[in-house]
């Protein structure tokens, strides 16, 4: 049985609430260790960026302040939601349809806050949490999809999710861009965003030291206001995450890594 497994059927047998405790305290150490010792300054630049996002929230989350600072200074952004985000209230259809109008509506009202219009913002519009089971024809039309947008755009940058992310979706959505990059035959910096990885993923159980090599940090001090009001436009899903873990992501400085491609 492979750790992660092991680390499911654990999670069954402890409470809850004792859970999210040690993952919270989990997640705040990892990334205040990261951010303190673990990773050196990522400089501002004026390349274009394209960031894929599993789900609508993970952008802003991740990404945010990077986003806001690029787009001050006039930088294009573009944001690519793969998935329609419908899973994350149950498995009801009528709420499921709901929820992918209201997570949508709060993409845009999100990244309005950002600064990216609604020409710059992409929705592929997969079913939430189906990624990792795609038929290889439908795979490779994703694929596609995603090369026809680096093409269009030509970004400097590329963010996606970490590739250890602890969500099925959220690591597909590297897989999927990755190999959208190949295809294309751009040259691009790959970055990755830590969502659910420190707070899922124990030290050293699920990561290595390799995996949290090369961290960089952004300081969005300047547009932290930004990002935490873009948060905020999130309001179906802030009520749905654990207690304590939108925290991390309301720091002065946002955590990447570049990815060895």
């Known amino acids: 049985m492979n750790h992660k497994n092991s680390l499911i059927k654990l999670e069954k047998i402890i409470p809850k609430n004792l859970i999210n405790q040690i993952q919270y305290i989990h997640a705040s150490l990892l990334s205040r260790w990261i951010l303190n010792w673990g990773s050196q300054p990522l400089i501002f630049n004026q390349k274009a960026a394209m960031v894929f996002s599993p789900h609508q929230d993970d952008e802003t989350l991740g990404c945010g302040?990077?986003?806001?600072?690029?787009?001050?200074?006039g930088i294009p952004v573009v944001v690519t939601f793969l998935t329609d985000g419908r899973g994350s209230h149950g498995l009801d259809p009528h709420i499921q349809n709901q929820i992918i109008n209201i997570r949508k509506q709060e993409s845009l009202t999100a990244l309005n806050i950002l600064g990216v219009k609604p020409s710059e913002i992409h929705f592929l519009d997969k079913e939430d949490g189906t990624?990792?089971?795609?038929?290889?024809?439908?795979?490779?039309?994703?694929?596609?999809?995603?090369?026809?947008?680096?093409q269009r755009y030509q970004p400097g940058e590329v963010y996606v999710p970490h590739h250890k992310d602890c969500h099925r979706d959220?690591?597909?959505?590297?897989?999927?861009?990755?190999?959208?990059?190949?295809?294309s035959g751009i040259t691009v910096e790959l970055l990755e965003?830590?969502?659910w990885v420190f707070w899922r993923a124990p030290l050293f159980i699920l990561l290595n030291l390799q995996d949290i090599a090369f961290a960089y940090r952004l300081s969005i001090t300047s547009v932290q206001d930004k990002k935490t009001r873009a948060i905020a436009a999130y309001h179906s899903q802030l009520e749905m995450l654990p207690r304590g873990f939108i925290q991390r992501?309301?720091?002065?400085?946002?955590?990447?890594?570049?990815?060895d491609f």
């Open 193 to 195: 965003y830590p969502i």
């Open 170 to 183: 959220h690591e597909v959505t590297y897989e999927l861009v990755k190999e959208a990059i190949s295809q």
């Open 131 to 150: 990624l990792k089971d795609l038929k290889i024809e439908e795979k490779q039309q994703l694929i596609f999809r995603i090369c026809e947008l680096l």
């Open 249 to 259: 992501f309301l720091n002065s400085e946002e955590i990447f890594f570049k990815a």
């Open 65 to 73: 302040g990077m986003i806001a600072r690029k787009r001050e200074q």
